[in-house]
């Protein structure tokens, strides 16, 4: 367990339907990331927030997705419309990131993610 | 049909022997990559990382080599064990403006009696 919980850990939705996902990172992080993983890949990069500001979002981040860390803490992903080819893991991690000297840090802790299955 | 990516290299070593895992990455320009194991279900765990400045780290069991000239690292597990049993990615930090981890393909590792 490290830290980051998601919720749900499994999602079935019909498509047409809207689905939201929960992330609360480690308490103490300032960063937190939203990947989508597809069988058989690596986790992609989706979008990114430093404390509430939404700081950076992928092409993959089509206008049906949406995501926001209201106070800095939890974040929240809105897929509207879900369609079939949405289906995939939806990870979340946090980081806090600091400097050392000129070397910086930022170690991603991963959440187990929300299965999504759209029918 | 099924997609070529559900066909992840997998390497099987048995129990006990020393596992080696490759991976290439794509930016010149990166300075910081890990190793990241997910077993199935889970989401992926930190186990290793290192700096462009150096070509050689060491954990508990696990070393990684950096190779810049070629854009290589690979991951050994020493004495594998059947807990080791899972995906393994290389990531890559990349500095687009902000930092951005972009995962390599994942190998699959099977530790066989």
């Known amino acids: 367990d490290t830290g980051v919980s998601q919720d749900p850990r499994h999602k079935i939705t019909k498509r047409g339907q809207n689905v939201t996902f929960r992330c609360d990172p480690i308490?103490?992080?300032?960063?937190l990331y939203w990947y989508r993983q597809t069988l058989g890949q690596g986790p992609e990069f989706l979008t990114y927030?430093?404390?509430?500001?939404?700081?950076?979002k992928s092409r993959l981040l089509s206008d049906r997705f949406s995501a926001e860390r209201p106070k800095g803490s939890f974040s929240t992903l809105e897929i509207q419309r879900t369609e079939q080819g949405d289906s995939a893991m939806y990870l979340c991690?946090?980081?806090?990131?600091?400097?050392?000297?000129?070397?910086?840090?930022?170690?991603?802790?991963f959440g187990p993610g929300t299965r999504l299955t759209v029918l | 049909g099924e997609s070529v990516g559900l066909h992840l290299p997998t390497l099987s070593v048995q129990e006990g022997d020393n596992s080696i895992i490759n991976c290439a990455y794509s930016?010149?320009?990166?300075?910081?990559f890990i190793w990241y194991k997910q077993e199935s279900g889970k989401g992926p765990q930190f186990i290793i990382d290192?700096?462009?400045?150096?070509d050689k780290r060491q954990g508990q069991r696990v070393t990684v080599l950096l190779n810049k000239t070629v854009k290589h690292l690979s991951l050994q597990i020493a004495a594998t064990q059947p807990g080791d049993s899972a995906v393994y990615f290389c990531?890559?930090?990349?500095?687009?403006?902000?930092?951005?981890?972009?995962f390599g393909t994942g190998t699959r590792l099977l530790s066989v009696q």
């Open positions: 991690a946090s980081s806090f990131t600091y400097r050392v000297g000129k070397v910086s840090y930022n170690e991603q802790f």
């Open positions: 927030f430093q404390n509430e500001a939404q700081l950076e």
């Open positions: 290192i700096r462009s400045n150096m």
């Open positions: 930016n010149s320009a990166s300075d910081y």
């Open positions: 990531a890559e930090l990349m500095n687009t403006g902000f930092q951005k981890l972009v």
């Open positions: 308490s103490e992080h300032n960063r």
